[in-house]
């Protein structure tokens, strides 16, 4: 079945260091690939999403690119803000009933000043 | 242009009670999905409507759960009989077609 598997948190970084958070899937067909975020108090905001192979998304200086070979969509910041403490989200929704969202288990950031 | 509203936050309800849950999606949106985080978990898909009717809704249980979605008003999600386990964080989504949901801040659920 359709599943997605992303790093436990929390990861703990200091301010302008390099973010990787992993997320790897499991599908059939070409699923599309989301990250969500939620800050504290807050709902899910959608951050970035890439719908084929090889996509990249990006929104506010987050990355992540839909790799088919590795079943992977990485999300990736050059420098991380205090301001992007947050929980991340890795989802996915399948090819057919695309409104069944697979959400991974969620990785807490923390960016220390 | 307001997002996804979810009312109330939170709700506290005590084993056997009733519990309603609303959520107004965002203007122009007629498909509307009801999620549930349980403790450490990621989000599960419960159920998703339209305008009157229960498209899918086979992510929810059985037994003392529904919802609905009435030509007016918001949807409602609604647990009879609530036990503790159904303590959660549940989560509505809208969008204008199946791809691109937006979320509300969800309804923090706590049965005691």
């Known amino acids: 079945g359709n599943s997605v598997t992303q790093m436990e948190g929390p990861v703990t970084l200091s301010e302008e260091a390099f973010l990787t958070i992993n997320c790897t899937y499991t599908?059939?067909?070409?699923?599309?690939l989301f990250w969500y975020v939620q800050y504290p108090g807050e709902g899910l905001q959608l951050l970035l999403k890439?719908?084929?192979?090889?996509d990249k998304g990006s929104n506010k200086g987050f990355e992540a690119t839909y790799r088919k070979e590795t079943t992977s969509f990485h999300l990736e910041k050059g420098s991380v803000q205090v301001s992007d403490s947050a929980v991340y989200f890795c989802?996915?929704?399948?090819?057919?009933?695309?409104?069944?969202?697979?959400f991974g288990t969620g990785t807490r950031l923390k960016v220390l000043a | 242009n307001a997002g996804v509203m979810q009312n109330p936050r939170h709700l506290v309800r005590r084993r056997g009670q009733e519990a309603r849950l609303r959520c107004s999606p965002m203007?122009?949106?007629?498909?509307v999905y009801w999620y549930r985080q349980l403790p450490e978990e990621g989000l599960k898909f419960m159920v998703y409507?339209?305008?009157?009717?229960?498209?899918?809704e086979s992510g929810m249980p059985k037994e003392r759960f529904s919802a609905e979605f009435p030509k007016e008003g918001p949807s409602i999600l609604r647990i009879q009989q609530v036990v503790r386990g159904d303590s959660a964080a549940y989560f509505c989504?809208?969008?204008?077609?199946?791809?691109?949901?937006?979320f509300g801040q969800g309804t923090r659920l706590t049965v005691v």
């Open positions: 203007k122009g949106h007629s498909h």
């Open positions: 989504a809208s969008s204008t077609n199946v791809r691109g949901a937006f």
């Open positions: 989802a996915l929704a399948p090819t057919s009933g695309t409104y069944k969202y697979i």
């Open positions: 409507l339209q305008k009157e009717n229960i498209i899918d």
């Open positions: 890439a719908t084929k192979a090889d």
């Open positions: 599908a059939t067909g070409y699923p599309s």
